[in-house]
Structures are given as C-alpha cells and as structure tokens.
C-alpha cells in the first residue's frame, strides 16, 4: 500500500511538470489564428516601408533605418548606407510569414518563447517595428522552434504569441545592419599598387598583364632579394573583400601625415587611398578616378578585321566610368575604421618586402 502510494506520488510530480513545460507552446490562446499572414494588414504593402527599427534587451535602439531618395540609410551612423541585402530579406519574411499554430497569451511564459517585453533587461528577443506611413507594427521576434521548423513571434501590445513558418533573419548587432563591405576588388584585376609614406618612402609594384603570374617590384636593390613573390603578390589583395569595423564622416581629420595608397586595374580604374593610424584606431578613406594615362588591358587579337572596336572601346569606356561613378556614390565624404591586419597589409615599406641584411 505505501509503495503503491510512493508510485502515485511520483506520477503526479512528473505529471505536474510536463505540464509546466509544454503548457507555454502548446496552448493556444484562441486569439491568433492558424494558417493566416502573421501581417495581413501591411503584407501587400511592405515596399512602402519607409523606417524600420530594430530593438534588443532594455529597449535599446540597435539601428535605426531610413528609406530615403538615395536608398535606406542607417541613422545611428550618421546616415551610412544600410544592409539593403539583409533587411530585404526581413522584410519579405515578415510579409510572407504565415501562422501556423496560435501559443501562449500568458505573459508569465513569454520568457521561454522570447517573446516578452523588449523592456526587459534580460530579454531574449529583438523587436522589429515597420513604419508604413503613419502606421507603425512592432513585431517580437523570439526563439527558433526546437522539435520544428519555424520561429515564436508576438506583435507587440497584444497578449497572443504564435509559431511562424519561417525563420526570421534579425540580429542585435548594430554593423549588421549597415553595408560593411567598402570595396571588393579581385587581385586578377590589379595591374599596379604603389605606396607612398609620408616621410618620402615609395613602394611600387607593378605588371605588364594579367597573365603575368607575379608581379615586380620596381627598384629593387642589386644587392638585396625579395622575401617571396607572395609577399609582393598580396599587395594586388589589400582591397579584396574589404570590410568595415566602424564609418563616421570625413570632417575634423588632419590627413596631412597620411600614408597614400595607389590602385590601378587593368580596367583603367585608379583607386587612391589615404591611410592613417590614430590612437587604437586605424582609417581610411578612398576615391576612384579614371585617369586619361591609366593603363587599359589591350582588346584580345582575333586576325580578323573587327570593325565593332570602337562600339567595344565606348561601351567599355561607359562601364569604366559607371564603375568609377559607383565606388565615389558610396565611399564619398565617409571614413572608415578597418583591422589593424588589413592596415597593416596596406602600409607596406619596400623593406618589409626584402631579405634582411646579411650581418
């Protein structure tokens, strides 16, 4: 009798606590109802958004981005290009995101879906708010389900939670938020990179063409060896898959002390850079121009007479200049903060580049 009762009492406290662990998912709230747009009213027209916020634990803002007559911007840098790419991809999930089951509306279980008041110190989810007009909707974004696809979400000041169909890409992060990437410029298409210091010490590298493996390195010492053609080589990279740690405008910097930096493409493109270390951080800020002298990849020799050359040479001559024309619409007026190791790697003394002195 005692044992049977020991037994009965066990099942009970594991009855109990299922309970208490499944009953935030899996009760509904008969608010939110399943197999409809979690956004009817705004999914038709989400290309009218014009603000878009993103807020994380304590209500703080993380970014704040602008639709405006040049693209989104992102405020809270000073109005830099935002990530068009990532919010994009929010904003159609948002619009196409379709309940699938209706949860919790019980504000003591929001916790375990992430979707509890974004006032919350310790709050475990983001805050989406969708300006369109005069009307705004702020969505919580919450846990990833575990045992299923899909994500928990709530809109805000209402007491249903739900599961949603998809995942929702969102992040805390504020450099998340903004176009991080400068530049990206491929080293196959790099035909020359000079440096020049302040102090007077020029360094240049150069190639006859993009077929040449290695590039030299122009006045080199009779007497002295390079470390390594790679160590020559990777100065083609300095501007490949350039990304940003910070952006602020190019006012209040004295770049009289400046080290310069000078990229030629094949292309004809010239990219000129202006590089300075201050304090911890290291800066930049660059400018593309297409120089008349600049050095162009000759048109390939098919032996035939090809009378479409001159079209050829002003199409390319009008993608040159689009090309120029896009790299100054986003880099114009701004200044970046970049790694020390991608600084490093574009401050390069012709030394750093020979065999050391034989003692």
């Known amino acids: 009798m005692k044992r049977n009762f020991l037994y009965l009492a066990v099942l009970t406290i594991i009855a109990w606590l299922l309970l208490w662990i499944y009953a935030p998912e899996d009760e509904p709230s008969g ?8 956004l009817p009213g705004i999914a038709k027209k989400i290309n009218q958004a014009n603000r878009v916020e993103i807020v994380s634990a304590g209500n703080n803002t993380v970014a704040t981005l602008l639709k405006t007559g040049q693209g989104w911007k992102f405020e809270q840098m000073g109005g830099y290009h935002a990530n068009w790419v990532k919010l994009q991809s929010l904003l159609a999930g948002l619009a196409q995101a379709r309940i699938v089951e209706a949860k919790t509306d019980k504000a003591e279980y929001y916790s375990r879906l992430g979707v509890e008041d974004i006032v919350a110190e ?7 708010r969708i300006s369109i007009a005069d009307e705004t909707t702020g969505i919580l974004i919450g846990h990833r389900a575990t045992s299923r696809q899909g994500q928990y979400v709530r809109l805000q000041n209402t007491a249903a939670s739900a599961l949603v169909d998809r995942l929702l890409d969102v992040s805390s992060e504020p450099l998340d938020w903004a176009d991080s990437e400068i530049i990206d410029i491929s080293a196959a298409e790099v035909a020359e990179v000079e440096i020049i210091h302040p102090q007077g010490e020029r360094l ?7 077929d040449q ?42 770049w009289s002390r400046a080290i310069k930096m000078r990229l030629l493409m094949f292309s004809g493109v010239e990219i000129m850079a202006d590089m300075l270390a201050v304090d911890d951080a290291y800066l930049l800020r660059l400018h593309a121009d297409y120089p008349a002298a600049a050095v162009v990849s000759p048109p390939v020799n098919t032996g035939t007479d090809n009378t479409e050359q001159p079209d050829i040479d002003r199409q390319v001559a009008i993608d040159v200049e689009k090309s120029v024309d896009d790299i100054n619409k986003k880099v114009a007026g701004w200044v970046y903060g970049i790694s020390k190791y991608k600084f490093d790697a574009m401050v390069k003394l012709p030394e750093d580049l020979l065999d050391p002195l034989e003692s």
């Open 204 to 210: 240049l590298v150069t190639r006859i063409s993009a």
């Open 31 to 38: 608010q939110a109802v399943a197999d409809r747009y979690l």
């Open 213 to 254: 493996t290695d590039f030299d390195l122009v006045a080199l010492p009779q007497d002295r060896q390079i470390k390594s053609s790679w160590a020559v080589n990777s100065l083609a990279s300095v501007l490949s898959m350039l990304n940003m740690e910070t952006v602020r405008t190019d006012s209040g910097i004295d």
């Open 122 to 128: 310790d709050a475990r989810g983001v805050l989406v």
